[in-house]
């Protein structure tokens, strides 16, 4: 049940009714960042989907954990009025297959993933779970450095950024009732 009102004809997509209806200004900011993360990072779709998947994992978010970008982003980013031809799938890149993502969770035993994709998980966990521990931390920062540029760094910062302040947004409202297919079909 959605923490703030939404009508059962909005409950396909409620937390498009909620972005629409509740805080609007606000709710377009966040509606764009969401939107600017996947038109216009530069990021690899793999390195992208691993950082995503394991934010949503963590936020609990379960229309995030059910997003899967190479059938989703395009619909979504359309959805907010985006230019589909600039999104991350249309530049094209291998995407994931369902054992990558069934592999993010244990990522430190899992054989699939490239060093570039498992930094971005571990980028994505300490973000989530030890911001202050690992800033201090100069061994995994030069790990970092040496896979990603400093433009590369910030991109996938600000991509796990607004993916745990949406997610977790979602979640907590309990606007997370539906897939991601239901809600971009409502």
């Not at 959805?79 to 297959?97: F, L, N, T």
């Not at 991109?155 to 606007?175: K, N, P």
Request: hydrophobic share 45%; glycine share 10%; charged share 20%.
């Amino acid at each position: 049940m959605a923490r703030v009102a939404v009508p059962e004809n909005a409950m396909g997509n409620p937390f498009g009714y909620v972005l629409g209806q509740y805080a609007r200004p606000l709710g377009a900011a966040g509606g764009a960042f969401a939107n600017a993360v996947y038109q216009s990072s530069r990021l690899p779709l793999r390195v992208l989907e691993a950082a995503r998947f394991r934010t949503a994992q963590i936020n609990g978010c379960m229309v995030c954990q059910s997003m899967r970008a190479a059938r989703h982003v395009d619909q979504f980013i359309g959805a907010g009025g985006g230019d589909v031809s600039q999104s991350i799938v249309a530049r094209g890149g291998e995407a994931p297959d369902e054992a990558f993502y069934l592999a993010v969770e244990g990522w430190r035993e899992a054989t699939g993933f490239s060093e570039r994709e498992r930094l971005a998980i571990e980028h994505s966990e300490r973000m989530a779970e030890d911001p202050h521990g690992f800033a201090q931390d100069e061994a995994y920062w030069t790990r970092l450095h040496a896979a990603f540029s400093d433009d590369e760094i910030v991109d996938l910062t600000l991509c796990i950024a607004a993916w745990m302040a949406m997610g977790r947004f979602t979640h907590v409202l309990e606007l997370d009732t539906v897939c991601m297919d239901d809600m971009l079909a409502a």
